[in-house]
């Protein structure tokens, strides 16, 4: 099925500990976005990617480093992990409509 | 700064008791305004996107309005399987960068 799909679906990690989120497209989209959803707070942005080979801030980037692999990949990467990026994860891809990914759920310890 | 207020939070109604959820709204240049549904431990699923003030949309029991400052999603005879939470979002200016409510969690009892 068409979509967006992302890996892990679930990861522990402890303090300090690094880790890449993956997400790939297989819509053509140009668009793809980071997001993080933390309760009461609804979705914000980390980082997303116009278009492959360019990437930008969003509203809450600090922590998190990205890498737009190719037209289809978009990494998300914590250098070090620190308790207060415990969230779920959501990629995106869009043209005109987003389609989410289901989520990682991340717990740093 | 893109901002988006919904309400109620949180909304319990019992099977086929109506309602509406609302999403005020303040930007720069409107460029559309999606509403989504969010089911637990799943992304987001795309319901409706408005463009400009007076525009409606409906699917199945949900029909989404637009003004210039908010729009509301009504749900029509609500069914249990319409428990979920409801995000709003909009998009404005130059790019295709959504910006989102917090939600709200609709619990439909039967």
């Known amino acids: 099925n068409a979509g967006v799909t992302q890996t892990p679906k679930f990861q522990v990690l402890k303090t300090g500990q690094s880790m890449t989120l993956q997400c790939a497209q297989d819509?053509?989209?140009?668009?793809m976005y980071w997001y993080r959803q933390d309760p009461g707070m609804g979705l914000r942005l980390i980082y997303y990617?116009?278009?492959?080979?360019?990437?930008d801030k969003g509203e809450v980037p600090n922590g998190y480093n990205v890498s737009r692999l190719n037209k289809r990949e978009f990494s998300l990467r914590l250098e070090s992990a620190a308790p207060s990026q415990t969230s779920v994860y959501f990629c995106?891809?869009?043209?005109?409509?987003?389609?989410f990914g289901s989520g990682t759920r991340l717990t740093v310890v | 700064e893109d901002q988006v207020t919904q309400s109620p939070e949180a909304l319990r109604l019992q099977e086929g008791e109506s309602s509406s959820l609302n999403c005020s709204y303040t930007v720069s240049g409107l460029r559309g305004l999606f509403w989504y549904r969010q089911d637990p431990g799943k992304g987001p699923e795309f319901l409706f996107t408005l463009y400009s003030a007076g525009e409606e949309k409906e699917k199945e029991r949900l029909k989404a309005t637009l003004t210039k400052k908010e729009s509301f999603l009504h749900i029509t005879a609500p069914k249990p399987e319409d428990s979920a939470t409801y995000l709003c979002a909009v998009q404005a200016g130059n790019d295709y960068k959504l910006s989102f409510g917090a939600g709200t969690t609709v619990t439909v009892r039967a």
């Open positions: 819509m053509n989209h140009n668009s």
């Open positions: 995106a891809s869009s043209e005109y409509g987003y389609t």
């Open positions: 990617s116009a278009s492959e080979g360019t990437t």
